[in-house]
């Protein structure tokens, strides 16, 4: 929000914005104001649906109370621990993979205007597909299970951690490393003390954030057969047993709960 | 002199123990999950086999004309659904978020309104939408209501956030004319937290743009539908179409959402 001052001749008048400013904030109205009226008049809705809606959702938790407590140790114990494990190790493998692009994207430290756009390009494309696309594409390729979600939670995040730790990077102090390099120390030895002191807590912060999300992520991949809670959570709802899929709902929510105490936990400890 | 010169120097970066023996556990760790999850060297490369032939079964990619519009018609979809959820999502966020900012609102209110939002964050918006199908029905609709609730649950938390950051003393000094509730809230919150308001909300068209190509997997309409159903028929081309249209539509949003927010800072 610049402050704009008019010219001398009025100056009393004073305005918040300058003139393109405003023209770009009202053109930004109107196409807002159009693009919503524009997807009301043409989306297809189907009103008959809407009819019995109450009903059918008071039947929704008519049929999931009282839990299948049951189905716990048969199915949802045993798919949780693996989502877990989908989660973490996808998100260290996101990190292995995305440490070097990262190095590669920041133009400080890579001063190569190919290398930095071609590490952004593979941020960039890693980004744009969703995790339960890549789920498909692993799935179709490697099958159903865990591997596929390992590697469709890897991929979806490199672009994100690689992205977040890249800025960090560039945004690091140019003091300490051309000390480091003044006393003849090597690459790796700048690296190591002179870049990596400097974006650690950065880098602590992007893969806790990560990894919080990716909790959540996981649940769902097993939707399209990638391992986790959520091929429970498939079959459950295929076989129309809603008791069930009350039961790892109220799973899930706790796990998302907890983990989001524990990374703002250790957030607060470490950073 | 002698005597300087005959004890060791310390070394100039001592070895922080904590710190590497929390590296061997992640490591161990890691090793301990990959043994469980049964991912082995061998999967991996039976794998590779397997993927080039579904990279051959893609290209080239199926430009026929009744495809194209099926995924036209998709893809115009699932734009709405993510014009119309970030629509109404962020004008339910603004009260929302305002409630469960502690500097404006008494405790037991924000207190509720926090955790109503913690409610709204933990579902994916997949999940979300399996009930809404079962709720309202399949359609554009679900996806619509599932989007509604993830973008209030990201938007007002972090406008919380936001309100709670402000300068006091621009309220205080609107509050000392004599100025009501609402009026304090329009001359002094809204102009100090408008700007970040458009942002994040710009910043969750960018997210409902992606997550609306996802919720037709469940049935809750837009360009989801078609993908999986050519996905369950081997129609692996049909599936390249989809996803050179998803991440050119993201890219372009990506883009387009920069720009704005450049308009407002």
Redesign the interface.
Known sequence: ?KETQAPPDQARRWQRFSPA?RI??SM?AIV?AV??V???K?????PE??YD?PE??AD?FKRMWPFDWGFYPKAVHDAL??TF??A??GT?LAIVLALPLSFLAARNFTKSPVLNFLAQFIF??SR???S??WA??FV????P???SG?LSIAFRSIGFIGKLFGEALEEAQRGPIEALTAAGAPRSMILA?GYWPQVEPAFWSVALLRWDINI??S??LG??GA?GIGVA?DSA?NNLYWDQVGLI?AV??LV??AT?IVTSTIRKRII | MSLAASRPRPPA?PVNWPARLAWIG?AL??LY??S????TWA??VV??D??AK?LDRMFPPNMQADKLELIGSGM??S???A??AT?FGVLLSLPLGLMAARNLAPGWLSWSARGLI??LR???P??VS??FV????????AG?LALIVSSMGFVSKLFAEVVEEMNAKQVEAVRATGANFWNVLIFAVMPQVM?RFVGLSVYQLDSNL??S??VG??GG?GIGAP??TA?QRFD?DV?LTI?IC??AL??LA?VVSGR?RR???
């Open positions: 929000m400013e770009a904030r930004l807002t693009a919503v524009w997807s009301i043409t989306i297809d809705i189907i649906f809407l809606a059918q959702t929704l621990i693996e494990h989908i973490t190790l260290m960039v494309s744009s597909v969703n339960l696309i498909l594409l179709a390729i490697f099958g299970g865990a591997l390992v003390k959540r992520e649940a769902v939707l399209v391992g959570l709802l709902l899930i929510f998302v709960i989001e | 970066f992640l760790y890691a999950a990959t469980i999850l049964n991912l999967r991996f794998g590779l397997n993927g579904f115009l979809e734009i709405q659904i014009v119309l629509f913690a409610v933990s579902f994916h997949v999940i399996i009930l079962k709720a309202v029905g399949f359609g554009a609709l619509i700007a992606r997550n190509t996802m997997i469940v309409g993908l999986f996905y692996y599936v996803l998803i991440i993201i890219m990506e704005i308009i407002f800072q």
